[in-house]
Each structure stands twice: as structure tokens, then as C-alpha cells.
């Protein structure tokens, strides 16, 4: 990866991990911290590469050089900060890169409907790792890419499902969508025409949006059981 210039908002300690790991990977950084202890503590570690001032406020974000920054990371405690931070940079100053942090999940579609993406809600990435370990929750969003409008999700086979037992060449598939995976007893797989899915395997498959309940009537039966 080439190196960027990436402006962090937000120096708690996701902010101050971030600055840390990315200077460590020979990246261009500043931080913006507007709580005046805060940035004094973490001044000392990264010294000229943090700056105090409210990322919220043009002049902060103009002397930080926001007009030559390649990506926004808004990671304060306040949503509606991070919301306001990356909506600036994005409508403003034409940043084509934002992340967004999402402190309360509920909060998620409001970001969405800014077209403020994509925001990271760790309560929902956690939530998801939950529903990945527990096979009864049957179909997992793994991942997300609305604008390539693609996604990625898990299903685990039912015993009675249509795919149960059937070459994955004879799981007919709605358009749009491929099986990329299977995970068998602990083991990834990347399948061929040939491979036999089996009841209780995890499969991940890569899709079009709208598409899941399609998917989900293929891969797991109507009454829920595995």
C-alpha cells in the first residue's frame, strides 16, 4: 500500500491505537483531540503528529491540511461528531475516503441515510462474531459493500434443506450470487463444481443486495432446524 495521509478525530484509545499502528506502517498522520488533558498525554508519545482543537470546526480541519488528506477517520465518542466530521470532509472538502465510528448501534442508520459509509459499530461487529460462533442463528452478515453493492454472508446447511447432499454445480443459485467458501469441522474449503454440500456445513456466499431470502430458502428449511 502506498503511503496516505489519513486524519484521525478522536484520541481515546481507539483514536491513539489507530495514529499509532498507522505512523508504524509509514503513513502521514494527524490527530484531532479537543479535551485539552487528553491531548497532552498523548502528545508526549506522538508529539507533532497530534493536534488540539475540535475536528467539529472548519479552521481545525483546514490547519490539520484536510484539503490534501487521502482519508477521515472519525472516531470520537459522540456520533453525532463523527457524523458531522465525516459529512464535512466528504461534501466539503470532496475527501473521497471517510470511516466512521458508531458508538451506539442505533445510531448505524442514521449514518447510512447521510450516506456516511461505512461506519463501524463495534457493538454490531461484536454482535456479528457472536452470531458466527452460534450456528442457530442461521444466516450471519458477514460483510457489507453497498457501494459495490455487494455482501457476504454465512448460512449453516439444514438436514432438510434443498442444498443438503447436492453437488454445489447442482444448487441452482439465483443470478448474482456464488458460493466462495465452506467451512466443514473447523476447515475452510473453497469448493468446485463437484463439491457435495453437506448438512451442518457453514457456507459463505457472496451476493447481490435483496437477495438473502433466496438464498436462505436454498441453503437452510423452512422450520429452522440444522
Not at 467539529?56 to 472519525?74: F, M, N, P, S, Y
Not at 447432499?165 to 467458501?181: C, T
Not at 457453514?202 to 437477495?211: F, I, S
Request: proline content about 4%; some cysteine; aromatic content about 4%.
Amino acid at each position: 500500500m502506498s503511503s496516505l495521509y489519513v486524519i484521525v478525530a478522536g484520541a481515546g484509545k481507539v483514536g491513539w491505537n489507530l495514529a499509532r499502528e498507522l505512523i508504524g506502517k509509514g503513513h502521514e498522520v494527524t490527530v484531532l483531540e479537543s479535551d485539552r488533558r487528553r491531548y497532552l498525554a498523548v502528545e508526549q508519545e506522538l508529539e507533532h503528529a497530534v493536534q488540539y482543537g475540535d475536528a467539529t470546526e472548519l479552521w481545525v480541519l483546514e490547519r490539520a491540511g484536510i484539503q490534501r488528506a487521502d482519508l477521515v477517520v472519525a472516531v470520537t465518542g459522540d456520533d453525532e461528531d463523527n457524523l458531522l466530521i465525516c459529512q464535512v470532509a466528504k461534501e466539503k472538502y470532496l475527501c473521497e475516503r471517510i470511516i466512521a465510528r458508531v458508538n451506539n448501534p442505533r445510531n448505524l442508520i442514521h449514518f447510512k441515510l447521510l450516506g456516511i459509509e461505512p461506519a463501524v459499530s463495534a457493538t454490531d461487529l461484536i454482535l456479528r462474531l457472536i452470531e458466527h460462533e452460534v450456528p442457530s442463528y442461521g444466516l450471519v452478515h458477514l460483510l457489507d459493500l453497498p457501494n459495490e453493492e455487494l455482501e457476504v454472508i454465512e448460512l449453516v446447511v439444514s438436514e432438510d434443506s434443498h442444498a443438503a447432499g447436492k453437488r454445489v454445480v447442482d444448487v441452482r443459485l439465483p443470478e448474482g450470487s456464488l458460493v466462495m467458501a465452506l467451512l466443514r469441522e473447523g476447515k475452510g474449503l473453497v469448493p468446485n463444481g463437484e463439491t457435495v454440500v453437506e448438512a451442518g456445513d457453514e457456507v459463505l456466499v457472496v451476493l447481490q443486495p435483496r437477495l438473502e431470502h433466496d438464498i436462505e430458502s436454498i441453503f437452510v428449511s423452512p422450520n429452522g432446524r440444522y
